[in-house]
């Protein structure tokens, strides 16, 4: 063993501090306070973890005994941020010195009078009062309630954030799944595809009221059957129509020299029936052949992808009958819709439409279905956030609006099986050859610049025939589809809550 003796010069911090405790009565079971100690309990830190130093004085602190608390996790946070200070009271308080001023003369050379200004500057730094502990106490409470609403307005705002971009993305992703169906369901497989298949878009749309507000109530003027219509003729109605009708509001008269028909706009259905009822009262219009009538808007239609073919677990399949067991698979959704939806239930027990018009299996699991349902249901599902929920699942609806093509003559209308010119060479999409579409070259296909459509090169409207040069029939940029998919939507009855 060696024997270690340590002189202690009374003039140093440290040897100024031991001088302090040799003076005060500590019990023999309690350790000497030193570089390691606490600086309030004087227990040596090394036997509790939860310690903190002094950024500025490097004095060490058990949190326990700390006046003022600090955060449970300031100082993991410190550990990871070195430039997180915290000062002991003791600093937190120390007055700023004074200017420096140039050295006195009456300065001794052996430095008497500079140990004299520091002790009377020790004594200057007594412990804080009970009024300064108070405020130190109420600003790190103000700083802790501060950071604690700081942090819940920044989780609300993230919060926020998140469920616009989730609703965002799923709208993006629903418009972008639907974006290409046109031209995908458009554009037939094999022979029997095109014989069968019918065009549709689906589209999300929300500002349904604006479109249903400058959307026209409109009565149409035909021709009867047994009765050949002139350009003369046509324009003769037309005069006719507009000289009965001066006196109301009308929106506008258009006639169609290629259905040789008349359409009548209105602002509203009062405005239409009056119409309505003095043009078929009109000996002229009836003794040109004419008939008038309104039409009626159709009913919404929504669209679901993807369906589970978990819904049909329960149907029974036992039969031969496929017709039959399609009409059970409709039911079978109907019943799981009317479980999960209290809304829609109520409103299909007071009769309103729901109903299966279109049931397509895409894939060994997944259909693809669309339902006929009034505007009540459909404004009730939107106020759900356009959910749907099927069995265990939700799925997010979009309008569909149904375009009929023939892939035979690739007009607008009808279909290959009701074509009028059945009996002819059928169209191709793709060069307006006379050969079926799926027949056509495969370079020709895959090359877009040299596509025709042969609807737009027939049209009379526009420039439709200058874009009839840019596109293939099948094609949704096609400006007579973009036509008839907007007459659908003003067609289509979204905000009327009595039609059931």
């Not at 911090?13 to 100690?37: C, E, F, H, M, Y």
């Not at 705002?157 to 799923?170: D, G, R, T």
């Amino acid at each position: 063993m060696f024997d270690i003796s340590l002189k202690v010069s009374g003039s140093t911090k440290k040897g100024t501090a031991l001088k302090r405790l040799a003076q005060i009565d500590v019990p023999n079971d309690q350790p000497i306070s030193s570089s390691n100690a606490c600086t309030k309990c004087v227990i040596d830190v090394k036997e509790i973890n939860d310690t903190i130093q002094c950024s500025k004085c490097s004095k060490s602190y058990h949190t326990t005994c700390l006046t003022h608390p600090i955060p449970s996790d300031f100082t993991t946070m410190q550990a990871k941020n070195p430039c997180l200070w915290w000062l002991c009271m003791a600093c937190v308080l120390v007055p700023e010195k004074p200017p420096t001023s140039a050295p006195s003369a009456n300065i001794a050379s052996d430095g008497k009078d500079n140990q004299l200004t520091n002790d009377a500057a020790s004594k200057k730094r007594s412990a804080p009062s009970a009024e300064q502990v108070d405020v130190v106490n109420n600003i790190s409470k103000q700083l802790l309630s501060f950071k604690s609403e700081l942090m819940a307005n920044i989780n609300d705002v993230i919060e926020s954030k998140l469920n616009s971009a989730f609703s965002k993305l799923s709208d993006t992703s629903s418009s972008v799944s639907t974006a290409q169906s046109y031209a995908d369901v458009a554009r037939p497989a094999n022979k029997s595809d095109e014989q069968n298949t019918t065009p549709c878009v689906t589209t999300n749309k929300e500002h349904v009221t604006e479109t249903a507000v400058s959307t026209p109530e409109v009565l149409i003027l035909s021709p009867k059957p047994d009765v050949t219509v002139s350009d003369v003729l046509l324009h003769k109605v037309k005069k006719s129509v507009e000289n009965k009708l001066k006196k109301l509001q009308v929106e506008f008269v258009r006639p169609n020299s290629n259905t040789n028909k008349i359409a009548v706009g209105f602002k509203n259905s009062d405005l239409r029936a009056e119409a309505e009822s003095l043009l078929n009262s009109n000996d002229d219009i009836a003794l040109s052949g004419y008939t008038c009538k309104s039409v009626h808007k159709m009913l919404p239609k929504i669209s679901l992808i993807n369906v589970s073919s978990d819904v049909f677990d329960e149907v029974d399949r036992s039969s031969e009958d496929e017709e039959l067991i399609k009409q059970l698979e409709k039911q079978s959704i109907i019943e799981k819709i009317l479980d999960k939806n209290e809304a829609v239930k109520i409103l299909h027990d007071e009769e309103h439409t729901l109903q299966v018009v279109y049931l397509k299996k895409v894939t060994e699991h997944q259909y693809t279905i669309v339902l006929k349902v009034s505007p009540a249901i459909r404004a009730a599902l939107i106020n759900q956030g356009r959910r749907i929920y099927i069995g265990s699942t939700v799925y997010y609806f979009t309008d569909r609006f149904h375009v009929q093509q023939c892939y035979h003559c690739q007009k607008i209308g009808h279909t290959s099986g009701k074509c009028p010119d059945i009996g002819d060479a059928p169209v191709c999409m793709y060069c307006m050859g006379r050969h079926m579409s799926s027949k056509c070259c495969p370079n020709i296909k895959k090359n877009h610049a040299i596509h025709r459509c042969a609807r737009c090169l027939a049209s009379r409207h526009g420039n439709d025939a200058e874009l009839g040069l840019t596109h293939n029939a099948a094609s949704p940029n096609c400006p007579l589809i973009k036509r008839e998919l907007k007459r659908l939507e003003q067609n289509t009855n979204f905000t009327s809550k009595n039609v059931m």
